[in-house]
């Protein structure tokens, strides 16, 4: 019986994938009409972004955010979209991108460059609000896995909720909450391939431990890609879910032995090492073949940065929700952050 769900798996995404490949050729002239899913990386006077498995680098203005519907006209060549022209492009209504877009103005107005971007990269996921300089410093010293959507967002939000809600009720009453707080974080923060990754995993396990029953981590992994895939075929190229799954398993197999390894280390650091240093070791390969490039010290730079990420999320995210009604609360909140995003910011510029 398992071996046929496996099998009905596979097929279902074969036949996904090739029913609903778009077919392109170098020279065709297309126009897309999408709804963009994440914010776009800003790079100076441009902004890109991925839509119908084409990259599409646009001028920054007329500003895109996530949530927003576009229509793009341009000509393919080599996987991009050549002199693309934003034809429309009609802003979210819906109350998830509304209250992100808010929650991302009011970290601007509160704390300069590049502490409220980083804020908002950490919380919410958000890449357009840091500075393009910044941007390539951080993927230079190997943490952009920190500064963006991630699953490690999804794994603090429910370690948070959870660890709030247990207090007062009992645990089988408290995974609907969490898991809808698993589903507000997602409208919140965008769709992102590493995001949808962690919060399935996360609602398999809490619905497996529901029932009383126990869920192989490896089983709930591939069953997660298997249905995202089933849903979304083009993920199968997409670089963020390749390595949210590949980092993922790469931590299965190696962190408790890396943690072995370095015993001596405090615990307050080993285990953004462990953890950053047994991802790097499945990532590595997919980044230098990608990029051509890896930064050998990026185990350490996570060391030293990984410790300030709960606190920074946990206050970004209480701050941004006050700033909301409250904004005199919300900004008291917020400046908690600035050491913590200063000390991050810094290990970043001193390594790169």
């Known amino acids: 019986m398992k071996n046929f769900i496996w099998f009905l798996l596979f097929s279902l995404f074969i036949f996904r994938y090739f029913s609903t490949r778009p077919v392109y050729k170098d020279g065709d002239i297309v126009r897309i009409t999408t709804t963009v899913f994440s914010d776009p990386v800003v790079y100076g006077n441009y902004q890109t972004f991925s839509a119908a498995e084409l990259k599409i680098t646009l001028f920054s203005f007329p500003?895109?955010?996530?949530?927003?519907?576009?229509?793009?006209?341009?000509?393919?060549?080599?996987?991009?979209?050549?002199?693309?022209?934003?034809?429309?492009?009609?802003?979210?209504?819906?109350?998830?991108?509304?209250?992100?877009?808010?929650?991302?103005?009011?970290?601007?107005?509160?704390?300069?460059?590049?502490?409220?971007?980083?804020?908002?990269?950490?919380?919410?996921?958000?890449?357009g609000g840091i500075t393009y300089a910044f941007w390539e410093k951080v993927k230079n010293t190997g943490v952009a896995h920190v500064v963006v959507a991630s699953g490690t967002n999804v794994t603090f939000v429910v370690s948070f909720i959870f660890g709030m809600v247990s207090f007062y009720l009992p645990r089988k009453k408290s995974m609907p909450i969490v898991i809808l707080s698993i589903i507000m974080y997602l409208f919140i923060s965008g769709f992102d391939a590493p995001l949808i990754r962690a919060a399935i995993m996360a609602t398999l396990t809490f619905w497996a431990q529901s029932k009383g029953r126990l869920l192989s981590a490896w089983r709930c992994l591939f069953l997660t890609a298997g249905v995202m895939l089933i849903v979304e075929p083009t993920w199968i190229v997409d670089l963020g879910f390749i390595l949210s799954f590949v980092s993922t398993a790469s931590i299965m197999v190696f962190e408790k032995r890396v943690a072995r390894?370095?015993?001596?280390?405090?615990?307050?650091?080993?285990?953004?090492?462990?953890?950053?240093?047994?991802?790097?070791?499945?990532?590595?390969?997919?980044?230098?073949?990608?990029?051509?490039?890896?930064?050998l010290l990026s185990p350490l730079i996570n060391m030293l940065i990984f410790w300030t990420v709960p606190y920074i999320m946990i206050f970004g995210a209480i701050g941004g929700l006050l700033g909301l009604f409250i904004p005199f609360l919300g900004k008291i909140v917020l400046y908690l952050c600035y050491p913590l995003t200063w000390w991050f910011s810094s290990v970043v510029l001193l390594f790169s």
Do not use: C, H, W
């Open 63 to 127: 500003e895109i955010n996530y949530g927003d519907k576009v229509t793009i006209e341009g000509i393919v060549n080599e996987g991009k979209l050549k002199d693309p022209e934003l034809i429309r492009v009609v802003s979210s209504t819906g109350p998830g991108s509304f209250v992100r877009n808010k929650i991302i103005d009011f970290y601007k107005n509160t704390l300069p460059q590049p502490m409220s971007g980083l804020i908002g990269g950490i919380t919410l996921g958000s890449k």
């Open 261 to 295: 390894l370095f015993k001596f280390v405090p615990k307050v650091l080993r285990e953004g090492f462990s953890t950053s240093l047994a991802a790097q070791i499945g990532v590595s390969p997919i980044l230098f073949v990608t990029f051509g490039q890896f930064n």
